[in-house]
């Protein structure tokens, strides 16, 4: 038996393999042929946009632009900022719904709009709006009635997430996006230029300052019944407006219906005889010009003072009173008679000096001018030293007692914040040594004076009170006062002014009955001082003061012959 053996035919595999991988490197290096040109192609289109078509890049950078520039306080805290908003349009030849029923519809969801008003809205022949600045669920409300005839467009909105802080400083927008009042009408042009919206408008304002401001003189105002009120703090060495306030006041996010005489600011559009605050003025204008030599010269103040047909009173009896017990007792008499020994020149070129015969310097619209003696004789150089018959804005004394102590330098303010940017040079209007003897003299007057009740323990405190009668028809109406206190701290080094004025403050429990500036605005300023003065970095210090030893002793706790 034979036995047949088949060999399997031999496959040659090697070559096979070879043409295998070689057909694979052909592809991959036609693939990576292929990556290198596009990375090529891609690679010179970036190169041209970078460096011939900016146009396109200008407005790839142009989508994250605001349409108008956000407005941030010192800090970085958003003050005013542009959003996307939704808004409620009908167009009355589109609606389908009988009109009356809509009417009553839109009422309900809009109780603050009248049914007549609304009524008319629908029927008339052009597209209106019945709610800018809607909010979601109104939106959604009327989205919810079916039908066709609304819309809801979104449009470009101004938000001012902290409501009414610092109302009457930023001020608020139309219906088309320009500013009106504040920074946001006096800065318009900055806020919408392409070439600046895209960064923030950072103000000198301290949100958390403002915040205190206007908690505590809001309250005053309250309890004391007044019909207003206003407060600003100044950086006595730069200008800068750390805070400001206007009482009542309002919220910028809803005008509508809100009441006109709100968005009035007063601390740069209302005009004040402010009374007794102009002393320290007064009398840094005799020291600076040598009428005042001898802080121990004593004034007859025992009596009224009579001139040109009437007479200058103080509020309570009075005596010889020297340079620092006119302050501290503040006697319109002692004052006027001081006034009539330095003249008139210099102490209207002073006034004219501090800017009190020309609109306030600050960058808002919204600015009073002073109303100014029309005729400047012996006894109006004697009433304007005390205060009365010359009328100035808040701000104009917050500027004048910032070059009164600052060492007699004028800047006007600004809510800009300055960051690394110098102050302006200012110019002078005190001496020096003036303006070092007013800081003596204004601490006095809270330590032993009519001020103490301003006394904040640990900030050395100085300042003026000031309670005027406001003018009325026949003459000055005795129970309408103007309450004001102008303070400084730290007298041994200032910082800050910080002026409160009430408007006709109400003598009732809450003040012991009175309205005078030492029993209403003092209070105020202390409170303000004690909560504010950490967050503008100046701390209480017990250990330190002005240096009063050489006027102590010319204060008199009994009367003395003259």
């Not at 206190?485 to 004025?501: E, G, L, Q």
Request: net charge positive; glycine share 8%.
């Amino acid at each position: 038996m034979n036995t047949l053996v088949v060999r399997p035919t031999r496959v040659r595999t090697a070559g096979v393999r070879q043409q295998i991988l070689l057909t694979a490197q052909q592809r991959l290096m036609i693939l990576m042929l292929l990556f290198a040109a596009a990375f090529f192609l891609v690679s010179m289109r970036l190169v041209y946009f970078a460096l011939f078509d900016t146009g396109s890049g200008n407005r790839a950078a142009g989508a994250f632009i605001p349409a108008r520039a956000d407005i941030i306080d010192r800090n970085g805290v958003p003050l005013a900022r542009t959003i996307d908003g939704y808004s409620i349009r009908v167009v009355p030849s589109k609606l389908l719904n009988d009109r009356n029923y809509l009417a009553g519809e839109l009422h309900r969801i809009f109780p603050d709009m009248s049914r007549a008003d609304l009524l008319a809205k629908l029927t008339g022949s052009r597209p209106t709006y019945i709610r800018r600045r809607a909010l979601p669920d109104q939106v959604a409300a009327v989205n919810a009635i079916g039908d066709v005839g609304f819309d809801f467009p979104r449009e470009k909105e101004r938000l001012y997430p902290q409501l009414t802080l610092a109302a009457h400083v930023l001020g608020f927008t139309n219906a088309e996006g320009h500013g009106v009042t504040g920074v946001e009408g006096a800065f318009d042009q900055r806020l919408i230029d392409k070439a600046t919206r895209g960064e923030p408008l950072a103000l000198s304002i301290d949100a958390r300052v403002q915040g205190v401001l206007e908690s505590e003189l809001s309250a005053a105002v309250a309890n004391l019944e007044a019909i207003g009120g206003a407060g600003v703090i100044l950086d006595v060495h730069t200008g800068e407006v750390a805070a400001m306030t206007s009482l009542p006041t309002y919220n910028p996010n809803k005008l509508t219906g809100s009441d006109p005489t709100t968005r009035r600011n007063a601390v740069t559009y209302n005009l004040y005889e402010l009374g007794s605050t102009f002393k320290p003025l007064s009398i840094g204008a005799a020291i600076d010009n040598g009428t005042v030599t001898n802080m121990a010269r004593r004034y007859d103040a025992s009596a009224p003072l009579p001139i040109a047909g009437f007479r200058i009173r103080d509020s309570h009896p009075g005596r010889w009173y020297n340079v620092p017990e006119t302050l501290i007792e503040s006697s319109n008499i002692a004052t006027a008679r001081i006034a009539d020994d330095l003249g008139r020149e210099p102490l209207e070129k002073l006034f004219r000096d501090l800017n009190f015969d020309k609109r306030p310097g600050i960058e808002l619209k919204e600015r009073a001018f002073p109303l100014w003696p029309k005729n400047w004789g012996r006894v109006t150089t004697m009433t304007t030293s005390y205060g009365h018959g010359i009328a100035v804005t808040p701000l104009h004394l917050a500027s004048a007692y910032a070059a009164l102590v600052n060492g007699g330098l004028y800047r006007p303010a600004t809510l800009l914040k300055l960051g690394d940017k110098a102050p302006p040079q200012g110019r002078r209007v005190f001496k020096a040594a003036t303006s070092a003897r007013m800081r003596q003299l204004l601490r006095l007057i809270v330590s032993d004076g009519t001020g103490k009740q301003a006394d904040a323990p640990g900030f050395r405190v100085g300042g003026k009170t000031g309670s005027a009668e406001k003018p009325g028809a026949g003459g000055y109406r005795r129970h309408s006062l103007v309450s004001t206190f102008s303070a400084v701290f730290p007298m041994d080094n200032p910082r800050y002014v910080v002026i409160v004025m009430i408007d006709e403050p109400k003598g009732n429990a809450y003040s012991s009955g009175q309205r005078t500036a030492g029993w209403t605005a003092a209070p105020v300023v202390r409170k303000v001082v004690t909560r504010a003065g950490p967050m503008l970095g100046v701390f209480p210090d017990q250990s330190r003061d002005v240096d009063v030893s050489e006027l102590t002793p010319l204060l008199r706790k009994t009367e003395e012959a003259p």
